[in-house]
């Protein structure tokens, strides 16, 4: 299909342009208009963070071929100040701290401005409804509802104008007051550029090649076809790594793309460079791959058996890291407990689902510098480690991190800028390689997945006097953060408890998984999911309170940890009494309340989301006078 006359009212102003049959308005808005407030959080239609208005209506920009708006009124972000002076909506957004990372906001903001476009006195419950179509990861959505709702009672004469302004803390008294965020005005007005949103004069895009097989080795890869292809200005495979071909957080085993062998589905075999998507994405799938399959291991346990699968030469058992600790005399000890409980715990593989995906730039620039624009949460270490793969001196490479559009740790893996600075390199023109929701999900680290199995001793008045857990974990097919999450699940798996005999083994595992890596919490929420939940267990059995059976083991003010750490200050049981207050804990074993509890449904607590509420837009009151 030819490209195409495209005619529409974008933003207050006649536009006239040459389209391509295969764009989405999404597209044409962001890569035509350079209007890259409207972001693309997953092509499907399901985050929202592509919102924009089309004759009047809230769409999803992904989702709407460009010729299906021909003739359209069509307003994005950009329109709401595009005075420079921020709408009463984004100017609640930034009084009410409604946004992080930010990446989502401007979609936020305009399904907000849609809502109270609907109905100007829109109840919390509705806004809620009306914002149901976008996702936030990052906020909990507590200030974005409180956002709309100043932003509503300003917008209707409930409130004065003044409500917006910022409140004047006394010089230097920043803690526990609501101070202004100073980058939320170019966040809620879609300003802000994240990796995904800058372009370069002369740039190319980048496309990757992945495995479509869990563990082969790679008996040949023909990269002639795609390289012959018009428009094509390099292509990269591991050939082209001129230094150490390894990265990692704490063992550099995995290659910038897969060297003789892949180890999971999604691994990078070869990045193509090219002067539009389309091409790139053509030649990429050019690129011809011979395969010898060989035996895959999924599960931890399986892999540490004899005659398991290898996956690292290095590690020929597949343990990427064991991390012993040893108190006292656990055996012994639990032979003197009045009860014994033993129960196995797992965790899920959990996906960070951050709105922004992967995305990056790079070019080496005048002084032969090569540079990286990313959301990467590990320049530092990232740079000292890409001057050994490209083999050059630290001072010729320079990471510049962009607005991170919400990582939670998934971002701290040097996973595709060593192909950026590789593919920058051989073109000596800038690179940009913007990862696809779906590339996200299968091929960058998750949280551990675990197995625990815990055994507890305690006497009968709730006295811990023995703990044993072992914890394995699938760290996929690389190291990554492995190593680190097993030594802080095992740091924190015995819990803030006084403890004397302690014996914790945390291990962690090469699968043909995904790679497993940092995730908020780690190892700690893998091993206190566990512990927590077995001293729940234990409280039962002895017919104690909760509260009462943490209170008992709960650390004090200079307690020894099981590491050797002793504590100045411990806020355990302050927590805990706050928690109990705040919760209006009705006291009593787990299985003492029968079937009502006093501690629910009360005034003060929050009640849920009641989906389906009205939108009674027949009954909309009048602004007041």
Not at 114 to 125: H, K, Y
Not at 345 to 362: N, V
Request: with cysteine; proline share 5%; hydrophobic share 40%.
């Amino acid at each position: 299909m030819p490209d195409f006359a495209f005619t529409a009212t974008i933003n207050g102003r006649k536009v006239r342009r040459t389209a391509q049959p295969h764009q989405r308005l999404l597209d044409f808005l962001r890569d035509d208009l350079n209007l890259t407030g409207a972001k693309e959080g997953c092509g499907a239609g399901e985050c929202g963070t592509c919102s924009v208005f089309v004759d009047g209506v809230l769409m999803k920009s992904c989702l709407l071929p460009v010729a299906k708006a021909q003739g359209a009124v069509i307003e994005s972000v950009e329109s709401l100040a595009a005075t420079g002076e921020l709408s009463v909506l984004q100017k609640a957004f930034h009084k009410a701290g409604a946004s992080q990372c930010g990446y989502c906001i401007p979609g936020m903001v305009m399904a907000a401005t849609a809502a109270l476009r609907a109905n100007p006195f829109a109840g919390r419950e509705e806004i809620k409804e009306r914002l149901g179509g976008n996702i936030c990861r990052c906020t909990g959505y507590q200030k974005i509802v409180d956002a709309v709702e100043l932003a509503r009672d300003v917008g209707n004469g409930r409130l004065p104008a003044q409500a917006l302004d910022e409140v004047a803390a006394p010089d230097g008294d920043f803690i526990g007051r609501n101070i202004r965020r100073i980058d939320a005005p170019s966040k809620v007005s879609g300003r802000l550029k994240y990796a995904g949103d800058m372009t370069m004069p002369g740039m190319l895009h980048v496309q990757v090649l992945r495995s479509p097989h869990p563990h082969a080795r790679i008996v040949s890869l023909d990269t002639s076809a795609a390289l012959a292809m018009e428009g094509v200005e390099g292509v990269i495979t591991s050939a082209d790594v001129p230094g150490q071909d390894g990265f990692g957080v704490f063992v550099h085993d995995q290659p910038v793309m897969a060297r003789d062998k892949v180890r999971y589905v999604g691994e990078a075999i070869a990045a193509v460079a090219a002067e539009d998507l389309l091409t790139a994405k053509r030649a990429a799938a050019a690129i011809k791959v011979e395969y010898e399959l060989l035996p895959a291991v999924f599960d931890p346990e399986a892999a540490m058996c004899p005659g398991a699968p290898v996956l690292h030469d290095y590690a020929p058992d597949n343990i990427t890291k064991h991390i012993p600790i040893r108190v006292g005399d656990v055996d012994a000890a639990f032979a003197t407990c009045d009860l014994v409980v033993e129960e196995n715990y797992e965790t899920q593989p959990i996906e960070h689902a951050y709105l922004e995906p992967e995305a990056g730039l790079a070019y080496v620039d005048h002084d032969g510098v090569v540079t990286i624009v990313s959301p990467d949460q590990n320049i530092t270490h990232h740079r000292h480690m890409l001057a050994k793969i490209i083999a050059q001196p630290i001072s010729k490479v320079r990471f510049i991190m962009s607005p991170v559009g919400g990582g939670f740790g998934g971002k701290e893996d040097m996973i595709y800028q060593g192909m950026l600075a590789l593919l920058a390199m051989k073109t000596r023109r800038p690179v940009r390689l913007v990862f696809t929701r779906e590339e996200s999900i299968l091929s960058t680290a998750k949280r551990h997945p675990s197995r625990t199995k815990l055994r507890m001793g305690l006497t009968a008045d709730g006295r811990i006097v023995a703990s044993h857990l072992t914890m394995i974990c699938d760290g996929g097919a690389y190291g990554l953060s492995t190593e680190g999450v097993m030594r802080k699940a095992a740091i924190l798996g015995a819990g803030p408890y006084a403890i004397s005999n302690v014996r914790v083994d945390t291990y962690g595992i090469y699968t043909n998984n995904t790679p497993s890596g940092a995730f908020r919490s780690f190892g700690a929420l893998q091993t206190q999911f566990a512990t927590e939940t077995h001293l729940d267990i234990c409280a039962e059995r002895l017919g104690l309170d909760p509260f009462a059976i943490r209170r008992i083991n709960a650390m004090r003010d200079g307690a020894m940890t099981h590491t050797k750490q002793t504590l100045g200050t411990v806020s355990l049981t302050r927590v805990l009494d706050a928690a109990e207050k705040a919760s209006g804990w009705e006291a009593g074993a787990p299985a003492s309340r029968g079937a009502t509890r006093t501690d629910l449904d009360r005034a003060d607590t929050r009640p849920p989301v009641a989906l389906g509420a009205r939108f009674a837009a027949e009954n909309k009151q009048e602004a007041a006078e």
